[in-house]
Each structure stands twice: as structure tokens, then as C-alpha cells.
């Protein structure tokens, strides 16, 4: 089955081709960071313009790469939420059409659920049940499967998880105001001239390298620990760390270490699917579809800009 992911829930557009007995055969991904640099956060309106003008770009160059026609698409992936509304619609209204143009259903994709799973994205792992090697540097003969615990660290978005199957996800924790995604990116904004205006001092170089670095030991110090916690709490020796935070070399060796001293394995996706991206879409709906989830035929879709993780129907 091959299915195509799209992902256009934020400042990326993502779109990516997964054949289930293939694997991931070519994806693409368009950033805005610069677009929005100016303005110092994303603007919405200009999110859902750009995704209009990138969509059809970066299909034709994922089609390119996996040497596949658009006839051969059995199915497409869309993410129906979180997200912001407008950036959703444009996504969910491009598949929704295509789908229909092509004869072939289009499923409703939950963004988190996709890079909860995107671990799994492996070269060597075309299907769930497949062996994977875990990043961290442990035996590659280890498989991934369930259950195990998830740290879910996206922009918006700091969770530990147990996941036991497809859809079944029970929350453990989360962040109680900013996600560690946010925290980095504000005190970013705030290592900048605007900074030594306010506090009418000038921080050198190394003074403001200094500060970020134990900024980052403090998150990375957290993130590690509560991990660890977690799957020692139920019981598991499985950690699955998911996200564009998940990216942070530094998290990488935190988890690494601690996580060995308890014994616990650590799986990692590979640094390009950490952020936004079509890849986990793709692969998320390629799973529901071999469960025999089926999206509309008939054109129809919706977005859900808050969706609850733990609504979604467990595979």
C-alpha cells in the first residue's frame, strides 16, 4: 500500500510517500522560520498562504524522488489537528480534493500520534513488528514494541506517555505552562540586544554561551529524570523520545546515560523526522489504513485545531 502524508498543522509543509512493504520512499519538507523571523512568532495567516504556494512543489519533487506516479497512491494522510485552523484546512482540503480526483480514501491524522510513532521510521522498518535499531547506541537486534513509555517533546507540546497499542495512549504527565519546545525558543528571543537594553548591561559572548548552556542542562536535567521515573513507574524498560526537541544532541546524552544506569532502552527517530514533517503522517495513516480505518470518499474533511490525544480509536 502506498500511501502520501501531509503535514501542514504549523510553519512546515511536509509531504512524504510510505509504501508499507517499502518503506519511506522520498519526503520533503518546506520551513517558514525565516517568514516569520520578522515578527517574532508565527503569523497564521501568512502560515496558510505559504502552505497554498508549497504543496504542489514539494509533491511533484516526492513523487520525483520515489520514482511513482500519482495513480499508484492507494491512500492519503492528512493532519486533521492540533494545530492552527487555517494551516490545517489547507492541507485537509489538498488531500481531501486529491483523494477524490484519485479514487482513493483520505484519512484524518492526529499530529502527535504521528510523532509518537515516528521512531518507527527506521530504514529497517517498514511495519511496526519490524526490528529497528534504537539510537542510543544499544543492540541492534533490540525490537521495538509495545508497550512502552513516550516523551512527546514538540514545540507546543511537553507529555510522557504509556502507549500500549495504535491509539491507545494514557498521559502520565506534562508540562504545567510552557512546553520545553516554547522555553527554548523564548529564551532565545531573549539572549538578543533586547535583553541588555532592559538590564542596561552589555553580556559578553561567553556570558550569554554560558547561560544557554545551563538553561539546557536544566531542561535536558528534567526531561531526563521524569523519563526515567516514568518507565520505571510502569514498569517497562522502553523509552521512546519523539519531537522536534527530541532533535537536542544534549537531551540525546542525558537520556543515553541515565537511561543505561536503569537499564532502559532509548529509541530515537533519525534528526530530519524529529520536526514536522509528512514521513510520520504517511506512516500513521499507513497503519490505520492496514487496519482497516477508512477515511470519506467523497470529498469531505475537517480539522479539529484542539484534539484530545486519548479520543482517538485504538488499531
Given at each position: 500500500m502506498l500511501v502520501l502524508g501531509i503535514e501542514s498543522s504549523c510553519d512546515e509543509t511536509g509531504v512524504a510517500l510510505y509504501d508499507t512493504d517499502r518503506g519511506l520512499l522520498g519526503h520533503a519538507v518546506h520551513t517558514q522560520v525565516a517568514m516569520h523571523e520578522a515578527y517574532g512568532g508565527v503569523v497564521p495567516e501568512l502560515a496558510s498562504r505559504d502552505h497554498i504556494r508549497r504543496l504542489v512543489p514539494l509533491l511533484r519533487s516526492v513523487l520525483a524522488q520515489s520514482g511513482a506516479?500519482?495513480?499508484?497512491?492507494?491512500?492519503?494522510?492528512?493532519?486533521?489537528?492540533?494545530?492552527?485552523?487555517?494551516?490545517?484546512?489547507?492541507?485537509?482540503?489538498f488531500a481531501a480534493s486529491l483523494a477524490l480526483a484519485l479514487g482513493v480514501p483520505a484519512l484524518p491524522v492526529h499530529h502527535l500520534e504521528g510523532h509518537l510513532l515516528s521512531p518507527l521510521l527506521a530504514a529497517d522498518a517498514p511495519t511496526f513488528s519490524s526490528d529497528i535499531t534504537p539510537a542510543s547506541g544499544h543492540e541492534s537486534s533490540l525490537k521495538l514494541r509495545f508497550p512502552f513509555v513516550a516523551l512527546l517533546v514538540s514545540g507546543g507540546h511537553t507529555q510522557l506517555m504509556r502507549v500500549t497499542g495504535v491509539g491507545a495512549y494514557e498521559l502520565l504527565?506534562?508540562?504545567?505552562?510552557?512546553?520545553?519546545?516554547?522555553?527554548?525558543?523564548?529564551?532565545?528571543?531573549?539572549?538578543?540586544?533586547?535583553?541588555?537594553?532592559?538590564?542596561?548591561?552589555?553580556?559578553?559572548?561567553?556570558?550569554?554561551?554560558?547561560?544557554?548552556?545551563?538553561?539546557?542542562?536544566?531542561?535536558t536535567e528534567v526531561l531526563a529524570a521524569k523519563s526515567v521515573m516514568a518507565v520505571r513507574h510502569c514498569k517497562l524498560d522502553r523509552l521512546v523520545v519523539a519531537g522536534g526537541v527530541g532533535a537536542n544532541r544534549r537531551?540525546?546524552?542525558?537520556?543515553?546515560?541515565?537511561?543505561?544506569?536503569?537499564?532502559?532502552?532509548?529509541?530515537?527517530?533519525?534528526?530530519?523526522?524529529?520536526?514536522?514533517?509528512?514521513?510520520?503522517?504517511?506512516?500513521?495513516?499507513?497503519?490505520?489504513?492496514?487496519?482497516?480505518?477508512?477515511g470519506p470518499r467523497d470529498g469531505a474533511f475537517s480539522v479539529r485545531p484542539r484534539w484530545p490525544l486519548d479520543t482517538l480509536p485504538v488499531v
Open positions: 506516479r500519482k495513480e499508484d497512491i492507494d491512500g492519503i494522510a492528512y493532519t486533521a489537528g492540533p494545530g492552527l485552523a487555517g494551516a490545517l484546512l489547507v492541507g485537509a482540503s504527565g506534562e508540562s504545567v505552562d510552557d512546553a520545553a519546545g516554547e522555553a527554548f525558543d523564548k529564551t532565545a528571543k531573549l539572549l538578543t540586544a533586547v535583553l541588555t537594553q532592559l538590564h542596561g548591561r552589555t553580556l559578553s559572548q561567553r556570558q550569554r554561551a554560558d547561560l544557554a548552556w545551563e538553561f539546557q542542562e536544566a531542561v537531551l540525546r546524552q542525558r537520556l543515553d546515560v541515565d537511561a543505561a544506569h536503569q537499564g532502559i532502552r532509548v529509541y530515537y527517530p533519525e534528526v530530519a523526522l524529529c520536526t514536522d514533517n509528512g514521513a510520520m503522517i504517511a506512516y500513521c495513516g499507513a497503519q490505520r489504513l492496514l487496519a482497516g480505518e477508512r
